[in-house]
């Protein structure tokens, strides 16, 4: 996770090359018409290799997953491989659905073209490029796919880089104005395919059982208690704006333990370690506590065992709705509508202020953080508590 704010940045970088390389390319050479939804339907018999592409956080290939679903259901005997940024390869035994997880080290320029010429020795019939953004479109052309499919700008309707590379692909698309989940907006690319437009029901992650088993282990191994239910808690988020106040968490969790007898179990990564570790000091109570102990894979079987998942807007939001986990999410400058909790046994938390939505991932720009911080705990443990009213009392 620590490398995440790097890897963006390299990105960032590489785009900007790469954009003023399509802008020109743009002017010399024809570019693709560009679709509105609905687009051509590319026959089924042409499609036999698919290359999905998702390069960026965890949360944007978690969404993606019910579209990859589809995919798999519409060509079962198909291959349809996925890649993604190097950070993320730690998905993989969660989606059995997919045949390859392909990665590339943005820093080792000798492995990435190692990768392009493994990709491009699979001669994939079709690549779709799920985020619009330049360097999706390059490596999608790389990749030698006969069909490239992709959106011609970003999906707040902004211009976006993704503009001067879609004469790289043979289907851009143009969304409409309407606001609709990224579920949807990448459910919405697969119509090329002839995949409808609803969205598959969940789960869309597969914890194995070798890593169930272990789970139950680890949690066993730290006094959980088999016979009262367990409530996750991830504190954490990407940036700043996104976290509810470690205060007001231990509070949250103190008064669970107190009024309904829950263990409580908080998330976090390596680097998030030492911040939860802060939280937990706060409590009354000892929690359990992952932080730090787990992979990715572990941490989706962790969660698979809650009853009910609280979490600001996080990667490992999204992992509890992809295992159709009820899902508390406590949201503050994020577009919900866009990238909020998609199960349907999830709920969010969010106070109005004229501000928000906003992404002002800078702290210069935004100093105060209301929207987040102006969320009370009562509010949260109103909810947590109708949720658990609801849900099954889950154990070992």
Request: charged fraction near 20%.
């Amino acid at each position: 996770m620590k490398e995440l704010p790097q890897v963006k940045k390299r990105i960032n970088l590489l785009a900007r090359g790469l954009d003023l390389c399509g802008q020109l390319c743009s002017r010399l050479l024809p570019t693709s018409e560009a679709h509105r939804l609905p687009p051509p339907i590319i026959p089924e018999e042409q499609v036999r290799r698919i290359l999905v592409i998702q390069l960026f956080a965890l949360g944007d290939i978690l969404l993606s997953l019910p579209l990859v679903k589809s995919l798999r259901g519409r060509y079962p005997q198909g291959e349809i491989d996925l890649w993604v940024g190097k950070s993320w390869r730690g998905i993989q035994p969660l989606i059995p659905f997919v045949d390859r997880l392909i990665s590339a080290d943005s820093q080792n320029i000798a492995k990435t073209l190692s990768t392009l010429r493994s990709v491009r020795k699979r001669r994939y019939d079709v690549a779709l490029v799920l985020y619009p953004v330049v360097i999706g479109s390059w490596l999608a052309f790389l990749s030698g796919a006969r069909y490239r499919i992709g959106y011609t700008h970003d999906f707040d309707h902004r211009q976006s880089l993704a503009k001067s590379s879609s004469f790289l692909l043979t289907h851009p698309l143009e969304l409409g104005q309407s606001i609709i989940h990224d579920t949807q907006r990448y459910l919405a690319l697969g119509r090329v395919l002839g995949l409808s437009y609803l969205k598959p029901q969940p789960p869309f992650l597969f914890p194995p059982r070798g890593i169930i088993s272990s789970s139950k282990n680890f949690l066993l191994q730290m006094g959980f208690r088999a016979d009262q239910p367990l409530v996750g808690i991830n504190p954490n988020a990407s940036w700043q704006g996104k976290r509810w106040p470690g205060s007001h968490f231990a509070r949250l969790a103190d008064l669970l333990i107190d009024t309904h007898k829950v263990q409580v179990l908080f998330f976090g990564s390596c680097s998030e370690q030492a911040y939860v570790e802060k939280i937990i000091a706060f409590m009354k109570h000892d929690p359990l506590c992952a932080a730090g102990k787990t992979s990715l894979a572990e941490v989706a079987a962790l969660i698979q065992h809650c009853c009910l998942f609280i979490s600001n807007d996080s990667g490992p939001m999204h992992i509890a709705c992809a295992l159709d986990v009820p899902t508390l999410a406590i949201m503050g400058p994020t577009k919900v509508e866009m990238f909020g909790p998609w199960s349907s046994i999830s709920r969010i938390v969010q106070s109005a202020f004229p501000c928000s939505p906003c992404r002002q991932e800078n702290t210069n720009l935004c100093g105060h953080f209301s929207c987040i911080r102006s969320i009370s705990v009562d509010l949260v443990y109103k909810a947590a508590v109708e949720m658990l009213s609801l849900s099954s009392n889950k154990g070992l």
